[in-house]
C-alpha cells in the first residue's frame, strides 16, 4: 500500500535495520542507563543517541497507526498496531521515567545551553513530577480501547438514491440546491449515526472511568487538571479558557448570528434548519474545486509553489514518496491528519476527500501542519520537533488563510474563487464557538465525575445551545441535537486537544492581517516561527511569528472585525 523510498537518517547510536521487538530495545535502554557521563558533551551525546531511538519508535508506531486508519477493517493492521501498543509502549515507559531522572540527576545538567535546553528540560520535570508507574497499564488499555472509535465510525455507511456513500461522501447532498434532497441526506447521516448512539456511549463512559484513574493516581483531582499538566499548558490555566469561552460567546456568536439571519433571507426562509447550513446563497451548486483526490494533490502543489517554491517542493516530495491517502471509502478511518514520521523527516498526510471545498481547506491545513515537520526535521533533538498543539495549529490554520491567495489554481472563475473565499472566511468565524462547546464539554464531563449519558447529553445541549446550537431550529430533532458531540473524534482519542484550535484560530488570523498587509514580511516570520519547533516558549514563538500570544475579550474583538470587515469587502 505504501512505498516509501525518501531514505531515513543515517543511525549512530541504533542499528541501522532494528527490528522493533523488545528483546532487540531492551538492551540499547539499559545501555543509556548505564552509561557514565563524564562531562557535558558526554551529556549532550548521551541526549542524541536518545533522542535517535526514540525518533526510530516513533516512526515505527506511526506507520502502525497510519496502515490502520487506512483499512480499519483489516485485523492483522488492527492486531499490528496493538502489539505495538500492548507490548512495546508499557515496557518503555519506565526506562523513560528512570532516563528522564538519569538526566536530572546529572551533575552536567547546568552546564547545559540553557537557551536551548530550557523548554525541554522544563517538560521532562514536568513528566517526572506527574509519571506514576501504576498508569502505564491505564494507558496501554486507553490506548486499546480508544481504537474502538475508528473501527465503529469507520463501518458507518449510508444508502441515498440506490448508492452507498461514506459519511463524507453523503456530507455533499447537504450541499444540493434542492431541500428536499439537503433534508433526506442529513436525516439520513444523522439516524445512521444514532445506530450506534449506545454503543458509543457505552465506549465513552469506559474512557472515562480509565482517565479518571489516571488522574487520582497521579494525585489530582480530576482528569481535567491532570491533562493541563501532561500537555504542558505552562501558559494558561482552566479560568482562562472558561474566559475565553465568555468572550467567544460575546464577540463571534453574534456575528455568526447575523450571519444566519442573513442566510435564511437569502434563501427565503422563516429558520433555518441543520440541513440548511452548507448550501450556497448564491443558489448555484456546490462548489468543485478538484475532480479526484490526484487532482486535490496537483492543485494544492501548484498551490503552494505560488505561495513559495519550497513550500510546493515540499508537497511535491510527498507525492512522489507515495505520502498522501486522502479520498474517502468504506473502512477508513474518520477524520484527517498529518502523521510526522520522526527519522523520515516528511510527513504523512491522511484525510477523507469527497471533492468539496471542505477538502480544500482540509487538504491546505494538513499542508501547513507538512511544512512544520519538514521545517523542524533537522532539529537536533526529537523532542525539539513535538509542538504544543497551540503552534501546531498555527501552522496549519495560517496555511488555509495565506493560501487564499493562490486558490485560484481551484477555480475556473472569479466568481466562484469569491464564493470560496467568503465560505472559508464564515468557516473561520464557525470554528471558534464550535471549539468553545467542545472544551466546555470536556471541562463538564471530566470534572463531573459519575455523571450518566443522560446527564452528558443535557450537559452537551446546555452548553451547544449557549453558542448558537449551529445557528439552526433543531424543532423535531431533539434526539440528535443531544448526541451531535459523538462526531468529535477527539473526544474520544486525544482528550483536552481542542481549544488549542481556537487560540490558533485568533492566531492564523492575526497572521493572515499582517499577510495583507506585508506579505513577503509576514510570510518569512511564520516559517521563522515553525523553524523553531518546540526549542522557544510559546509565546516566543506567536512573537517570532509576528503577532501576540492573546485570547482576551479584546483581541478576540479586534480580530473578528477585521475577518468581518473581509467578509463584507466579498459581499
Known amino acids: 500500500m505504501i ?45 542524541k543517541d536518545k533522542s535517535e531511538l526514540e525518533a526510530a519508535l516513533e516512526e515505527d508506531f506511526a506507520w502502525r497507526y497510519i496502515k490502520m486508519t ?19 509502549e508499557p515496557k518503555i515507559a519506565p526506562f523513560s521515567n528512570l532516563l528522564n531522572q538519569k538526566l536530572v540527576a546529572s551533575a552536567f545538567i547546568d552546564e547545559l545551553d540553557e537557551d536551548k535546553y530550557f523548554v525541554y528540560l522544563r517538560g521532562v520535570r514536568k513528566a517526572l513530577e506527574i509519571y506514576r508507574e501504576e498508569n502505564i497499564e491505564l494507558f496501554t488499555k486507553l490506548q486499546v480501547t480508544q481504537q474502538r472509535y475508528q473501527s465503529i465510525t469507520g463501518a458507518m455507511s449510508v444508502m441515498l438514491n440506490d448508492q452507498e456513500y461514506t459519511l463524507e461522501q453523503a456530507a455533499n ?54 491533562m493541563f499538566q501532561a500537555l504542558g499548558r505552562f501558559d494558561y490555566s482552566p479560568q482562562d479558557c472558561y474566559d475565553f469561552h465568555q468572550a467567544i460567546e460575546q464577540e463571534i456568536v453574534p456575528i455568526l448570528k447575523e450571519q444566519a439571519d442573513q442566510r435564511a433571507q437569502l434563501l427565503g426562509l422563516e429558520t433555518l434548519k441543520p440541513w440548511d447550513q452548507e448550501v450556497s446563497t448564491s443558489g448555484k451548486p456546490a462548489l468543485k474545486p478538484f475532480k479526484d483526490g490526484q487532482e486535490l494533490v496537483d492543485k494544492s502543489i501548484d498551490c503552494f509553489n505560488a505561495i513559495d517554491p519550497k513550500l510546493g517542493q515540499m508537497l511535491s516530495t510527498m507525492k512522489a514518496n507515495n505520502l498522501f491517502d486522502v479520498e474517502s471509502r468504506k473502512g477508513k478511518a474518520p477524520g484527517g ?38 521545517l523542524t526535521a533537522n532539529l537536533e533533538l526529537n523532542d525539539f520537533k513535538h509542538c504544543p498543539s497551540e503552534v501546531a495549529e498555527l501552522a496549519s490554520m495560517s496555511m488555509e488563510l495565506i493560501s487564499m491567495d493562490h486558490w485560484s489554481v481551484y477555480f475556473d472563475n472569479e466568481e466562484d474563487l469569491i464564493r470560496a473565499k467568503k465560505e ?48 439552526s431550529d433543531w424543532e423535531g430533532q431533539e434526539a440528535i441535537f443531544g448526541n451531535i458531540w459523538q462526531k468529535q473524534l477527539h473526544l474520544f482519542e486525544v482528550p483536552f486537544y481542542y481549544i488549542e484550535y481556537a487560540i490558533a484560530q485568533l492566531g492564523a488570523i492575526a497572521i493572515w492581517k499582517n499577510f495583507k498587509e506585508n506579505p513577503n514580511k509576514a510570510l518569512q516570520q511564520y516559517l521563522d516561527a515553525l523553524a523553531l519547533g518546540y526549542t522557544k516558549p510559546m509565546n516566543v514563538i506567536y512573537e517570532t511569528a509576528g503577532i501576540k500570544f492573546d485570547f482576551s475579550v479584546d483581541y478576540v474583538k479586534e480580530l473578528a472585525s477585521f475577518v468581518k470587515d473581509e467578509l463584507d469587502k466579498l459581499a
Open 70 to 88: 487506512c483499512d480499519t477493517a483489516n485485523e492483522a493492521l488492527v492486531k499490528d498496531f496493538q502489539y505495538f501498543a500492548t507490548e512495546i
Open 173 to 226: 447532498f447537504l450541499k444540493d440546491t434542492n431541500r428536499s434532497v439537503r433534508q433526506e441526506a442529513w436525516e439520513t447521516i444523522q439516524n445512521r449515526r444514532m445506530v450506534n448512539k449506545d454503543e458509543l456511549n457505552i465506549l465513552f463512559d469506559e474512557l472515562i472511568v480509565l482517565r479518571n484513574q489516571v488522574a487520582l493516581n497521579a494525585g489530582f483531582e480530576n482528569y481535567r487538571d491532570y
Open 337 to 374: 491528519y498529518n502523521y510526522p514520521l520522526a527519522e523520515t523527516g516528511a510527513p504523512f498526510i491522511f484525510m477523507n476527500s469527497a471533492n468539496s471545498l471542505r477538502d480544500l481547506t482540509t487538504m491546505v491545513h494538513e499542508g501547513g501542519h507538512a511544512v512544520h515537520t519538514f
Open 424 to 471: 472559508q472566511l464564515l468557516d473561520v468565524l464557525k470554528t471558534l464557538p464550535w471549539v468553545a462547546v467542545i472544551d466546555k464539554f470536556q471541562h463538564w464531563i471530566y470534572t463531573n465525575v459519575g455523571h450518566n449519558a443522560a446527564d452528558r447529553e443535557e450537559a452537551f445541549k446546555q452548553i451547544y445551545t449557549t453558542f448558537g446550537a449551529g445557528f
Open 3 to 47: 512505498d516509501l523510498t525518501i531514505p531515513k537518517k543515517t543511525r549512530n547510536y541504533i542499528p541501522q535495520h532494528l527490528e522493533m521487538k523488545w528483546a532487540n530495545l531492551e538492551p540499547l535502554f539499559n545501555e543509556l542507563l548505564a552509561r557514565q557521563i563524564d562531562d557535558v558533551i558526554a551529556l549532550e551525546n548521551w541526549l
